[in-house]
């Protein structure tokens, strides 16, 4: 039998990636997402070397390389969207419903901001400058979803939020 | 005195939307064969080729290690093999690394890549993402490409009209480089009315899912010239990572490949970029980046990219001739492919979107979200 | 207080998973096409003469293209077992298999020296079965094993469910 490379041979499986994980939020990660949980406080650290108040919070400062353990300092949770995009794409990784406005909000006494989704108003009525506040998730998660969204602090003129609180 | 080091040889397979006849093993082989055939060149330590560097991503090709499925297919079984898999032309870095170390003297350097293996590319860039803050929310490269967009677009006074000139441009050049296969050219107007991803960015705007392998032989200057009698000199290379959590860049700044492409042009001694480069193949994942890196790259004044399309800048500094990524390539060959259109470029083997005469060309790769990491090398030819 | 600061840790349990579409290429379509036949193909390498199954595209060591199909087994003898007590998850689901499990390394009818075909043993046979050594001149035969086939075949690995032993039960 001669070897005839011939797509007559080739065909396609249907298949996965899948892999389990158990993910460790760090000492730091843990004090900030629990602050989230139970007290709805939204913490950061301050960096002494370069007087950065950067969330989320880490271990590290990677421009100073200085440590940040119990450097903290509460921050939001009102903050102002400094940049948005509104993804108008579902896929299994984007939370719905789409579309799905992310924005970049630096909340009052940060000066990183964090990325988070908006609700509680008409996608297309995002605007940079706008002032949101922090809506709590009603039930206890393990990730920056303790803050379910950020919602206009003004009353918006559409009110439909990206996922009912709790849901 | 540092040893030179010469790019001999380059090869591709065509880029495809979905090569589903092909394992990636089979799109290397091709590949390699080619390369093979082009220099008469054989593995071993003694003359031959003495390393082997791969350039593949372990998510896209679903295999921890994927270079490990493929030593065979490289030549490297037994040999000396590494593997990059941050973005293709960091694999040019290694190889330029072991030559001028003097540990080697010719050096694989092969890359792959399907596209089109998982369900979405969008799921695999999420995983970029760190599971505690930014992957609850969703975030993936497009929509941290949009975010990028959204700011750069204001400052530089590029809209949608910009970009859409941006894209035909590239789908026209691309019906000249036969390694394109399969992509429609488009209209302006087709372009406008593509549907929005993630606000400013539309689906025409994003480089399309694609397939395929590239290679290149390197080697000491020596060795190079009893090669080819084209060897094309890596002059200078220089990268930057930025941080990690998008919020903590600017990310209208151009920050890290202004540091990249510092470095780059320090090494190859440029002192003036503005015109120094003859060709220029930058990664133009979506149609913004093509400006915005050309600011970067500071080849176009900061905050002027939309005045330089109108200008006709694209055409006037031979930015991506070979239509760039936006004409098809995968995510991490980017940077690769760019570097050895550039090579053809400077070898006067690139066909009809050929340079006449061109001298020195400028390659860049680009990876992470939102441009967090940058790689630039110039290339010279004697 | 006194001792060492106590704080709650979190960590965050979750599966990755993209779907994927995969390729067999020429070389290994023709081989899993095969299995549906309930054959099992090999591939000899020009140069050395290796067979290779499953088949790869070049012979590794030789640096060729691999150019001759044969057909081997499928039946063979035993020449390594993984008695495995701890399962990796299965990347292809994310889940884990049962554990013990034996993964068999058979040498097919008309396949020599390392030219093992790796496959799953039927866990029954576990502790029934005995490995092919050779060392020099020194031979011992290991357990003929024979495939067990899926009813319904569709051009996988595991149109072969497993390995069984092949052999009369020894004497009492
Ligand atoms: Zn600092
Ligand atoms: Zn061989």
């Known amino acids: 039998m001669e070897l005839t490379p011939d797509l007559r041979d080739c065909f396609t499986v249907p298949g996965k990636l899948a892999l389990p994980y158990t993910y460790f939020a760090g ?14 406080r939204i913490l950061g650290v301050r960096c002494a070397g370069c007087a950065t108040v950067l969330v989320p919070p880490r271990a590290t400062c990677d421009r100073c390389q200085a440590d940040l353990a119990d450097t903290w300092v509460e921050v939001g949770p009102a ?10 794409y579902a896929d299994r990784h984007v939370p719905e419903p789409v579309p799905l406005v992310l924005a970049l909000i630096r909340l009052d006494g940060a000066d990183t901001p964090l990325v988070h989704r908006l609700g509680g108003m008409d996608p297309e009525a995002v605007r940079v400058g706008l002032r949101v506040t922090a809506v709590f998730a009603a039930e206890p998660r393990d990730t920056l979803l303790c803050i379910d969204h950020f919602r206009p602090l003004a009353p918006q003129p559409s009110a439909a939020g990206p996922r009912p609180q709790g849901g | 005195m540092a040893r030179r080091v010469g790019i001999c040889a380059v090869a591709q397979t065509t880029w495809e939307r979905d090569k589903w006849s092909q394992r990636f093993q089979g799109m290397a ?15 071993s330590e003694d003359g031959g080729i003495g390393m082997s560097i791969s350039v593949s991503d372990d998510i896209f090709d679903a295999r921890t290690i994927s270079d490990n499925a493929m030593t065979d297919v490289l ?8 593997k990059v898999a941050q973005e293709g032309l960091q694999a040019l870095y290694y190889g330029l690394a072991a030559i001028r170390s003097g540990h080697v003297d010719v050096v ?15 799921q695999v860039t999420h995983m970029a993402f760190d599971p505690f803050y930014t992957r609850p929310v969703g975030l993936d490269f497009t929509a941290a490409a949009g975010l990028q967009a959204q700011a750069y677009a204001a400052r530089a006074g590029v809209g949608d009209r910009h970009l859409a000139q941006v894209v035909v441009r590239a789908r026209q050049l691309a019906t000249r480089n036969l390694k394109i296969t399969g992509l429609p050219v488009v209209t302006a107007a087709e372009v406008l009315a593509s549907p929005l991803l993630a606000d400013p960015l539309r689906e025409l705007h994003a480089y399309p899912v694609s397939d395929g392998a590239v290679g290149l032989i390197l080697a000491a200057e020596e060795r190079a010239r009893e090669i080819t009698d084209r060897p094309v000199w890596i002059a200078g290379v220089g990268n930057c990572m930025d941080s990690f959590f998008l919020g903590d860049r600017d990310l209208a700044s151009n920050f890290p490949l202004r540091q990249a492409a510092a470095r780059a042009y320090r090494r190859a001694g440029i002192d ?16 913004y980046q093509q400006p915005m890196w050309m600011e970067g790259l500071g080849l176009v004044p900061a905050g002027g990219g939309g005045a330089w399309i109108d200008a006709g800048g694209p055409e006037a500094a031979r930015v991506n001739l070979s239509g760039g990524m936006l004409a098809g390539n995968p995510l991490i060959l980017g940077g690769l492919v760019r570097a050895a259109e550039a090579a053809l470029q400077l070898r006067g083997e690139a066909g009809d979107h050929q340079v006449p005469g061109a001298r020195r060309a400028l390659a860049h790769g680009v990876m992470g979200p939102a441009g967090q990491f940058h790689t630039v090398a110039v290339l010279e030819r004697d | 207080m006194g001792g060492p600061m106590r704080q709650r840790l979190i960590t965050l349990r979750q599966t990755i998973a993209v779907g994927q579409r995969f390729a067999t290429g020429p070389v290994m379509g023709r081989f899993l096409m095969a299995l549906r036949e309930k054959t099992i193909l090999a591939i000899r390498c020009p140069s050395c003469g290796r ?19 044969v057909e081997v087994g499928p039946g063979g003898e035993m020449r390594m077992l993984e008695y495995v007590y701890y399962a990796s998850p299965d990347p292809l689901s994310g889940e ?5 499990y034996g993964a068999v390394g058979i040498l097919l009818d008309g396949c020599r020296d390392e030219e093992v075909f790796w496959h799953l043993l039927n866990p029954a046979d576990l502790d029934r079965v005995r490995m092919g050594i050779v060392i020099g001149d020194r031979v011992t035969r290991g357990s003929r094993l024979r495939p067990v086939w899926a009813d319904a075949r569709t051009g996988s690995i595991s149109d072969i469910r497993y390995f069984e032993l092949d052999e009369p039960p020894a004497p009492a």
Not at chain 1, 27 to 32: D, E, H, K, L, N
Not at chain 2, 75 to 82: F, I, L, P, S, V
Not at chain 2, 108 to 122: D, F, I, T, W, Y
């Open chain 2, 108 to 122: 694989l350097v092969l890359g792959h890549c399907k596209e089109s293996q998982p369900a979405s590319r969008n």
């Open chain 2, 272 to 287: 003036h970029p503005q015109n120094a480069f003859d060709v220029v193949e930058l990664s133009d994942q979506y149609a």
């Open chain 3, 96 to 100: 884990t298999r049962e554990t013990p």
């Open chain 2, 29 to 43: 082989l091709e590949v390699l064969e080619d390369l093979l055939a082009r220099t008469g060149l054989t593995f």
């Open chain 2, 75 to 82: 030549g490297a079984h037994m040999g000396c093999e590494e």
């Open chain 1, 27 to 40: 000492r730091i990660g843990s004090r900030f997402l629990l602050a989230l949980q139970e007290e709805h």
């Open chain 1, 79 to 88: 903050g102002r969207v400094e940049n948005f995009t509104v993804v108008r």
């Open chain 3, 51 to 69: 067979l290779q199954s499953p088949p790869r595209e070049i012979c590794a060591p030789c640096r060729v293209r691999n150019t001759e199909w």
